[in-house]
């Protein structure tokens, strides 16, 4: 089995109103165990994405230019990063504010369209995964495949943990460069890129620091130490209660998918408990057919013998009248 393959299928499953998943993969897992076990295998083993992934792969479905910006606004900031170029980072994190905006009202759109409403809170998990693609070139290339399992969260400066986020993480599209250049970069912050470039660079960990409207002075005072620290507990408090959220948001689709086997299991008992009974009532008819059978051949030979034996007497009474 290639990976591709199990992709394509995957690519035609998160693409379905989430309410139909579970059914669509039953389907191609049976059509598939014609050809391949091992494809139906792994088609089976394929997740059902919390709410707010789908809501996401609805964009990357219906509206991939939406993520297409995204991803190129990211580029824009990485590199205005590597730039030190805090007048474009400043300009740069007021665009994705309000295309993040704009993004989770056409995810909410698009998810409504499709048979599910999105609450606030899984749009603020929805505004948090496209936050995270234009921040780590890595989550741009999971979201951007339509095959997202669970909603994202970036740090703002480590790389996205993608572990268990996307199905078939073997295949998914290619990173986005970076643009040539950034606007209004001065000579100076240009030759500082040119220097600092290969240290800036990481492919296998691409990183993206939070956008500041001031540089961070050299010694924070302890205030600004606080706040920071604030701050990041704020998140980690933030990304608990997402966690939690996505984790019972599985739980209801598990619970929802045990209810719809034992639906299965109770139809398929009463078919087997309908076939059973059919099948008794043939075993009896059969019996009582033989025995009408055998008492029909039983008859025909009494008949049979009478006949005879109506023909000797018919023959005896012939001769004697000779």
């Known amino acids: 089995m290639e990976d591709e393959v199990l992709a394509e299928v995957a690519n035609q499953l998160y693409a379905k109103p989430l309410d139909d998943f579970v059914g669509a993969r039953t389907t191609a897992a049976k059509e598939a165990a014609a050809s391949d076990k091992e494809l139906a295998a792994a088609v089976r083993a394929l997740p059902k994405p919390s709410v707010a992934a789908w809501a996401v792969n609805m964009l990357a479905v219906h509206q991939p230019d939406v993520l297409a910006q995204l991803t190129e606004l990211g580029g824009r900031m990485r590199a205005a990063q590597a730039s030190l170029d805090a007048a474009s980072l400043r ?4 665009e994705r504010r309000t295309s993040l905006s704009a993004a989770v009202e056409t995810a909410r759109s698009v998810a409504q369209e499709n048979g599910r409403a999105i609450s606030d809170a899984m749009a603020g998990d929805v505004e948090e995964t496209l936050r995270a693609l234009t921040a780590d070139e890595g ?9 997202l399992l669970k909603t994202l969260l970036a740090d703002g400066v480590n790389a996205v943990d993608l572990d268990g986020t996307v199905a078939v993480p073997s295949v998914l599209p290619p990173a986005a460069a970076a643009p040539a250049s950034v606007p209004a970069a001065s000579a100076g912050s ?3 890129t040119t220097a600092a470039a290969p240290q800036q660079r990481k492919p296998a960990k691409p990183r993206l620091e939070a956008v500041r409207q001031t540089p961070r002075p050299a010694s924070p005072p302890a205030l600004e130490r606080a706040r920071a620290a604030l701050t990041e507990a704020q998140a980690a408090e933030a990304g608990t209660a997402r966690a939690a959220r996505e984790l019972q948001d599985q739980a209801n689709d598990i619970r929802t998918e045990i209810a719809e086997l034992l639906q299965e ?16 009532r043939s075993k009896k008819r059969l019996a009582a057919t033989v025995a009408e059978a055998k008492q029909a051949v039983r008859a025909a030979d009494k008949a049979g013998r009478t006949a005879v034996l109506a023909q000797e007497r018919v023959l005896r009474l012939g001769n004697t009248r000779d």
């Open 265 to 280: 299991t109770a139809d398929l008992r009463a078919r087997l408990r309908t076939a059973e009974e059919q099948l008794e």
């Open 139 to 147: 989550a741009a290339a999971a979201v951007r495949s339509g095959r």
């Open 190 to 192: 240009q030759a500082r």
């Open 91 to 94: 300009d740069l994190g007021r």
